[in-house]
C-alpha cells in the first residue's frame, strides 16, 4: 500500500483499476452502504483497487475475502461484465480531487445466500430487487446501470 501523500498524487493524476463484484441470488444483487468517499452513504457494489503487482485474478479473491469474508468464492465463478470507467468529483483523499476508475466488473450467481461481514467500507449490507435497482433513481447510475445489464442478460439467455 501507498502512503496516503503518495497515493494523494496517483488518484490526482492517473485512473485507479479497481473490481467491483456484482454477487446475485435469486434475482437479488448484494450492495453494501459506503463509509467512505467517493459516495459516502450510497448504496455501491463491493470492489476494490488492484494494487501493483498483483493480478486481476489476485485482487478479486483478496478483495471478495477482507470486504465480505467470501473466501470460498472462487475467481473462476465469476464473469467479466465489462470495463466500466466511472468517474467522481470527490475521492477518498479529498472532497477537491476527483476520481476516475477503469472498472473491471464482475458477477456471479450463487446457488444460495452467503453471510457476508462488514468492513471498513460499508456499515451495512443489503439484498435489492435487481428490477428495482435498474429503475430506481435513488440508486447511483453506475449501479442501475449494473443491475440492467445483469437483467439483460437474465433476460436473453431465458428467450
Avoid at 448484494?30 to 501493483?52: C, M, Q, S
Avoid at 473466501?71 to 475521492?91: C, K, N, P, Q, T
Avoid at 450463487?110 to 456499515?123: A, F, M, R, T
Avoid at 435489492?128 to 436473453?156: M, Q
Wanted: aromatic share 14%; charged share 25%.
Amino acid at each position: 500500500m501507498l502512503e496516503l501523500s503518495k497515493f494523494k498524487a496517483v488518484v490526482e493524476n492517473t485512473p485507479l483499476v479497481s473490481i467491483d463484484f456484482c454477487l446475485i441470488f435469486k434475482g437479488q444483487i448484494l450492495l453494501g452502504k459506503r463509509e467512505n468517499d467517493p459516495l459516502k452513504a450510497e448504496w455501491f457494489t463491493p470492489g476494490g483497487r488492484i494494487y501493483k503487482n498483483e493480478t486481476w485474478q489476485s485482487a478479486l479473491s483478496r478483495v471478495v475475502k477482507v470486504e465480505l469474508g467470501l473466501g470460498v468464492l472462487r475467481v473462476e465463478d465469476f464473469s467479466l461484465m465489462g470495463i466500466w470507467d466511472h468517474f467522481y468529483a470527490e475521492s477518498a483523499v479529498g472532497k477537491d480531487i476527483s476520481t476516475h476508475y477503469v472498472n473491471l466488473t464482475h458477477c456471479i450467481f450463487l446457488k444460495s445466500k452467503p453471510d457476508v461481514i462488514e468492513d471498513q467500507q460499508h456499515n451495512e449490507f443489503q439484498w435489492f430487487d435487481l428490477s428495482v435497482v435498474a429503475n430506481d433513481e435513488k440508486f447511483y447510475p453506475y449501479i442501475r446501470n449494473y443491475a440492467d445489464w445483469i437483467v439483460n442478460r437474465i433476460k436473453n439467455t431465458h428467450d
